[in-house]
Nanobody, 122 residues
């Protein structure tokens, strides 16, 4: 059974940093596209960052150099380092994986974590 588990969310002041991690089990994701999305209640799930199986990275426009996604195929994990956090970054963050080329469309991802809350205070 495939399972993705996020960790690292929490409360941080504006300008601070958090590192989210996603641990996958049940199968290897070394050939998968991996990503992070976020969602505010009542809103659609937005693409934050993604990394292809070859290591190419992609970011949502709002990231503007503040976040970095990375993957560790040996450990079947991927992470999102978030710096210079802003109150508008407050959301539930989800890790996701898909067996295919990278895409920013949430509907294309087959595997999802349960989500971790990130709250940025002023």
């Amino acid at each position: 059974q495939v399972q993705l588990v996020e960790s690292g969310g929490g409360l941080v002041q504006a300008g601070g940093s958090l590192r989210l991690s996603c641990a996958a089990s049940g199968r290897s994701f070394r050939l998968h596209s991996l990503a992070w999305f976020r969602q505010i209640p009542g809103m659609e799930r937005d693409f934050v960052a993604g990394v292809s199986f070859s290591g190419n990275t992609h970011y949502g426009d709002f990231v503007k150099g503040r976040f970095t996604i990375s993957r560790d195929n040996a450990k079947n994990t991927w992470s999102l380092q978030m710096n210079q956090l802003k109150p508008e970054d407050t959301a539930v963050y989800y890790c996701a994986a898909r067996d295919g080329v990278w895409t920013s469309r949430a509907s294309e991802y087959e595997h999802w974590g349960q989500g971790t809350q990130v709250t940025v205070s002023t």
